[in-house]
T-cell receptor, first 113, second 114 residues
């Protein structure tokens, strides 16, 4: 039982490039989330999903896209990377509603130059 | 817009001392969460508080929730070095009419010195 896994751990992008951050959970959780954490700040919700095929925007969705084709996977795509997207990205999951504990992945540290 | 404020943001304390971290939030909610983050690491869930008056304890940490005051506290008893970390509180975003996610405070960076 690996919990929530994310790849890659580190990535450097050039402005205008695109990439996909991968997130997989093996706990059969329905809810999955993407957050970003800027230095010295709390986490901000980018997108979330309440089940396969259902996604919705969080606080800061601009510049990102998501999909949820399976229960296990919730990839986050960055289109046309910008320096403002330099951050640490965390994926999380919970079994049911928000009242359940959210389990976080190890994070992806992204730098856009 | 839901706002979550923690204080202090930085705290240096000695081993053996007691201290409290405060978390205030701006809209009515009866769901509050505490997380711990070690440097360069992910977030670890500490407590989930789901009702007014909820109190939970784990080792030297105790969390409480007062929904009427919109306040949660994280109390540290007889601090030890291993508790050095950044502590975040977070509130259910739906409390502020938002998404199914959490709004986090900026975190309290806690250093415990021998």
């Amino acid at each position: 039982n690996a919990g929530v896994t994310q790849t890659p751990k580190f990535r450097i992008l050039k402005i205008g490039q695109s990439m996909t951050l991968q997130c997989t959970q093996d706990m059969n959780h329905n809810y999955m989330y993407w957050y970003r954490q800027d230095p010295g700040m709390g986490l901000k919700l980018i997108y979330y999903s309440v089940g396969a095929g259902i996604t919705d925007k969080g606080e800061v969705p601009n510049g990102y896209n998501v999909s949820r084709s399976t229960t296990e996977d919730f990839p986050l795509r960055l289109e046309l990377a910008a320096p403002s997207q330099t951050s640490v990205y965390f994926c999380a999951s919970s079994l049911r509603a928000i009242t359940d504990t959210q389990y976080f992945g190890p994070g992806t540290r992204l730098t856009v130059l | 817009e839901l706002k979550v404020e923690q204080n202090p943001l930085f705290l240096s304390m000695q081993e053996g001392k007691n201290y409290t971290i405060y978390c205030n939030y701006s809209t009515t909610s009866d769901r509050l969460y505490w997380y711990r983050q070690d440097p360069g690491k992910s977030l670890e869930s500490l407590f989930v508080l789901l009702s007014n008056g909820a109190v939970k304890q784990e080792g030297r940490l105790m969390a409480s929730l007062d929904t009427k005051a919109r306040l949660s506290t994280l109390h540290i008893t007889a601090a030890v070095h291993d508790l050095s970390a950044t502590y975040f509180c977070a509130v259910d975003m739906r409390s502020g009419g938002g998404a199914d996610g959490l709004t986090f405070g900026k975190g309290t960076h806690l250093i415990i010195q021998p």
